[in-house]
């Protein structure tokens, strides 16, 4: 008998990365994917426990699903209630305590074993936050769903960085780097099945040191360069990297490597030098500038994405205006940016000298407003410009579809729906806050004969 499975997924790719394999282990024991949690037979809530208020936001959505798991029971039916991710790694028993309906509580290294969980939940509530010896890609079956047109690929798990603000290295564990040959495999897989763009994942991606086909170790340039040859794969990407894993190899493969995407999202956090020793970072502001200037001296056209904090513990204002100096030095074409946010048992979560939240809060419009402007900027300039992009899926409006550019920029277009999968020269027409729109360019006599 088939059975209903919803997951819902917060937070960050390797998160979604990790629901699509809890989904494919599952499958075989008769789950099949739910559009929502009424009537399910096994709830799934993979958490995120980054920033903000993440533990209250989880219990207020498991109240929703205690009321519909209760209704279900009332008709003689069954919901197994499952948290998971990084919430489930930082609280843990706490959760079974505080939510008496909720089955199984299993930490991020721990999801190879939901088969045993989920059959150990008919009979007794199920804990399990280890971190085991084994990693647990050695356990997980071989990626069989359809992926998409671009799909995801963890090569890298977990943080040893220990920056005083995250609770990764905590929720995630110590760093671990899957085998060069599994990933190849991945990779393969994916292209067979229709993937034309592989996003390699990793809470410290560049930090990547597996082991390589012969034996010895690689870095994430080499890697790339191995998947670079996969027939079928048009596009790499990587994230989330750290300035200080930046290394020649990775800086060389954005000069030689034509797969891979001239985008890099590179968190600086804060441009104060303070600040950054603060939290930990292990670079300063300037080191971060050479680092782009040599990325730029590599693929000119590079496009760089950050993370941002503002308000973190002791931020003076003349420490907030070194991080938007260093915004306008650098220039991004994208960012995200956020306000400190205490997560409890890390190092500045006790600090005392916490900044006020209307501090905090002014600080960040003022760094999203420069933002914002560098990102309107840096899409206008696309105006009229022709570039390849990469069609995934439909579009909002009928005929239309969607796609990146390999800036990561949104675009979409009036196009037929075979076209999904096509690298399609586009015509850049206008930019809108957060997308442009573009339209098939003519078949320049340049463009003859090559293929996408
Ligand atoms: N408060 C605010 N932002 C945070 N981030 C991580 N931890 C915190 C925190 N405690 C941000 C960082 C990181 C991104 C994924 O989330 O900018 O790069
Ligand atoms: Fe968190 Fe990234 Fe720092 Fe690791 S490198 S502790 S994941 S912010």
Same mark, same amino acid.
């Given at each position: 008998?088939?059975?209903? !499975?919803?997951?819902? %997924? ?27 949690? $009424? ?36 008709? #003689? ?5 499952? =948290? ?33 969980? *989920?059959?150990?939940?008919? %009979?007794?509530?199920?804990?399990? %936050?280890?971190?085991?010896?084994? &990693? ?30 995250? *609770? ?36 410290? =991606? ?9 034996? #010895? ?13 996969? &027939?079928? !794969? ?30 890099? @999202? ?43 904090? =503002? ?5 003076? $204002? ?53 933002? @914002? ?13 022709? /570039? ?13 579809? =969607? ?14 729906? $075979? ?6 020269? /586009? %015509? ?25």
């Amino acid at each position: 008998m088939k059975k209903r !499975l919803f997951i819902k %997924t917060y937070g960050c790719q390797m998160n979604v990365y990790d629901s699509a394999r809890i989904a494919e282990l599952l499958t075989p024991l008769g789950y099949e994917a739910a559009t929502g949690p $009424e009537g399910a037979d096994l709830v799934i809530l993979n958490t995120c426990h980054i920033r903000d208020k993440a533990v209250e936001k989880m219990f207020s959505e498991l109240g929703t699903i205690r009321r519909l798991k209760h209704a279900q029971e009332r008709h #003689g039916g069954r919901m197994v209630v499952a =948290v998971g991710g990084c919430v489930a790694q930082a609280e843990g028993a706490e959760i079974l305590e505080r939510a008496p309906f909720v089955d199984i509580v299993f930490g991020p290294q721990a999801y190879h074993r939901l088969p045993e969980m *989920v059959a150990r939940a008919a %009979t007794e509530r199920v804990l399990d %936050t280890s971190f085991p010896a084994e &990693p647990k890609f050695d356990y997980l079956p071989e990626t069989s769903a359809t992926p998409g047109v671009s799909a995801f690929l963890a090569v890298q798990e977990g943080c040893d960085k220990f920056c005083t603000f995250c *609770v990764v290295p905590y929720t995630r564990g110590a760093e671990y780097s899957r085998p060069a040959a599994e990933i190849i495999a991945e990779a393969r897989r994916l292209a067979d099945s229709g993937a034309r763009e592989i996003t390699l994942l990793g809470q410290n =991606v560049n930090a990547y040191h597996g082991l390589s086909p012969k034996g #010895g170790v690689w870095g994430l340039g080499e890697l790339i360069g191995a998947l670079a040859g996969i &027939p079928g !794969l048009a596009r790499l990407r990587y994230t989330t990297s750290h300035p200080k894993d930046v290394d020649d190899a990775l800086i060389a493969a954005h000069r030689d490597i034509a797969e891979l995407m001239p985008y890099l @999202h590179l968190p600086v956090q804060s441009g104060s030098d303070r600040v950054l020793a603060a939290m930990n970072r292990r670079h300063t502001a300037d080191q971060y500038r050479r680092t782009v200037e040599r990325l730029r001296r590599a693929r000119p056209d590079i496009a760089l994405s950050s993370d941002f904090i =503002v308000g973190f513990p002791g931020e003076s $204002e003349a420490d907030f205006r070194a991080t938007t100096d260093l915004v306008r030095d650098i220039g991004f074409a994208q960012a995200f940016s956020f306000k400190y946010s205490p997560r409890p048992g890390t190092p500045a979560a006790n600090a005392a000298d916490q900044i006020p939240e209307p501090v905090k809060a002014d600080r960040l419009a003022i760094l999203q407003a420069l933002l @914002h402007e560098q990102q309107q900027a840096f899409n206008q300039a696309c105006v009229g410009e022709v /570039l390849p992009v990469l069609f995934e899926k439909p579009g909002r409006h009928p005929g239309q579809l =969607v796609g990146r550019s390999p800036y990561l920029q949104s675009i979409h277009a009036e196009a037929p729906a $075979e076209r999904i999968g096509d690298i399609v020269p /586009l %015509t850049i027409r206008a930019a809108l806050p957060n997308s442009l729109a573009g339209a098939i360019a003519p078949q320049s006599p340049s463009l003859d004969g090559v293929a996408a």
